[in-house]
Structure formats: structure tokens, C-alpha cells
């Protein structure tokens, strides 16, 4: 498939800024409340970097985003995300098929899993961000059904007690939020989903 760099750091990172009101209310609850900002802050440096991201081959814009990330987001978001950014940018072929991006995500997961120390079912973005590499991965995801799995992940969060991060400090109280990072991945993903639907 094609890789339309520019729409796509465009929409995600509209999407991201956007969302940073609920970002910020979803870690208010289970959280340090700084989610939604540490993201915005990170996304708008990113735009302000656009014109020298765009410039680069695709795999060497990603790392760049992810290296931006690293340094000007705060919190545990930072590192994570610039990990996802940084892994997908080695990994990623010049014109990746779908399944081709969801190994580039399988190893984006490790890495993140690494970094992190977190596994699936611990509350976190990797509940999202796994399933989603393994649906992509198997060859046999549509857009559609890669978006609807994204929010069927991160709604399956709700539920969970928080075993990693700040969020596992409450414990019991953890449960019936929304994990803000899996939220974030999400909203990534749809973003991202939607953008190659339009150039289908």
C-alpha cells in the first residue's frame, strides 16, 4: 500500500491535539491528569517539525517523530511512544503491505513491552496496540475491522485493573476507567485507518 506521510502525520496529530481535554479528564481519573497535555505538546512539536519530517523517506520520518516525541513529551508517554515511533520507523519496508505492518507493530509491541515492563492485560496501551499487530499481521484485516477492533480493545480496558504505571497505585479503584494510553492508540489508529480509507 502506499504511504501517504503527509495526511497521515497531519490527521493523527489533529486527532491527538483534539482529543486532549478527554485524554487529560481519562488520567484525571487513574492518573497524573497530564496525558492529554504531555501528548498535545508532543504532537504540536511534531508539527512544528513538519517541514524537515516530510523531507526524509518514510522509515527515517517516523524515527524522526519518535525521537521528537522522546524529547519534548513529559510522564511515561514520551519514551513509550517515541519507542512505538522509533521501532515502526526501522521496521517498516518503503511501500508496506498490511501484513507487513503488523509485523512492523509485533515488533513495535516487544518493544514497547521491554521499555515498559508491561505485559497484555495490565491496563495499558499495549491491550490495544497488540491486538491490533496480530489482526494486521494475520493478512486478513480490512481497515474497518482493524478500526472497530482498535475501540473494542481499548473499551476492554474499562474493566481491568491497572497492574503497571501510575493507574496501579489505586489498586481495586483502578477499575471501570478507561486506560489513557490505550485510548490515545486508539484514536491513532482510527486516525490512521481512516486517512488510508481515503486514498482507497
Known amino acids: 500500500?502506499?504511504?501517504?506521510?503527509?495526511?497521515?502525520?497531519d490527521t493523527?496529530?489533529?486527532r491527538i491535539i483534539a482529543a486532549s481535554d478527554e485524554l487529560t479528564a481519562l488520567d484525571s481519573a487513574i492518573g497524573d491528569a497530564d496525558h492529554g497535555l504531555n501528548?498535545?505538546?508532543g504532537f504540536e512539536a511534531v508539527q512544528a517539525e513538519r517541514s524537515n519530517i516530510l523531507a526524509?523517506?518514510?522509515g527515517e520520518a517516523l524515527k524522526a517523530i519518535g525521537m521528537t516525541l522522546v524529547m519534548k513529551v513529559g510522564g511515561a508517554s514520551g519514551p513509550l511512544y517515541g519507542t512505538l515511533f522509533m521501532t515502526l520507523g526501522k521496521e517498516l519496508p518503503a511501500e508496506p503491505t498490511v501484513a507487513d505492518a503488523g509485523r512492523a507493530l509485533q515488533a513495535a509491541v516487544?518493544?514497547?513491552k521491554a521499555r515498559g515492563k508491561a505485559e497484555i492485560g495490565n491496563k495499558t496501551m499495549l491491550d490495544v496496540l497488540s491486538p491490533v499487530a496480530n489482526h494486521l499481521a494475520s493478512g486478513q484485516a480490512s481497515l474497518a475491522s482493524t478500526?472497530?477492533?482498535?475501540?473494542e480493545c481499548a473499551q476492554a480496558t474499562v474493566p481491568l485493573k491497572?497492574?503497571?504505571?501510575r493507574a496501579s497505585f489505586l489498586g481495586e479503584r483502578s477499575i471501570g476507567h478507561m486506560d489513557p494510553g490505550a485510548r490515545s492508540s486508539e484514536i491513532m489508529i482510527a486516525a490512521i485507518c481512516d486517512v488510508l480509507e481515503q486514498g482507497t
Open 1 to 9: 500500500m502506499a504511504f501517504p506521510l503527509e495526511p497521515l502525520l
Open 12 to 14: 493523527v496529530s489533529e
Open 39 to 41: 501528548m498535545k505538546r
Open 56 to 58: 526524509k523517506p518514510p
Open 110 to 112: 516487544l518493544a514497547l
Open 147 to 151: 478500526r472497530a477492533l482498535a475501540a
Open 162 to 165: 491497572a497492574a503497571r504505571g
